[in-house]
Nanobody, 124 residues
């Protein structure tokens, strides 16, 4: 059974940092690209970042470029998202997903499995 479990969310002040983790099981993690998306209340799920199977290629939404870093540890079957210089607009539930598409990382329908999400709240 494929499972993705996010953790590391919480409440942080503007300018602060958080590191999200996505622990996976039930599939060969090193064979898949992976991505992070987020969804704020009343909004559609939004692309954040993605990485190739090796971690050698990464991509970021313009809204997080230079502040967030996606990485992966294939030996630990885990995906990470380091989030620095957080802003109130980053407040959302963050989801990791397994990429199975062919047309690009930035569309949620290109992902076939998702975790349950972890809440990130940026507020003073």
């Amino acid at each position: 059974e494929v499972q993705l479990v996010e953790s590391g969310g919480g409440l942080v002040q503007p300018g602060g940092s958080l590191r999200l983790s996505c622990t996976t099981s039930g599939f060969r993690f090193s064979g898949y690209g992976m991505g992070w998306f987020r969804q704020a209340p009343g909004k559609e799920r939004e692309y954040v970042a993605a990485t190739s199977w090796s971690g050698g290629t990464t991509d970021y939404a313009d809204s997080v470029k230079g502040r967030f870093t996606i990485s992966r540890d294939n030996a630990q079957n885990t995906l990470y998202l380091q989030m620095d210089s957080l802003k109130p607009d980053d407040t959302a539930v963050y989801y990791c997903g397994r990429y199975r598409g062919t047309t690009g990382w930035r569309t949620s329908r290109e992902y076939d499995y998702w975790g349950q999400g972890t809440q990130v709240t940026v507020s003073s």
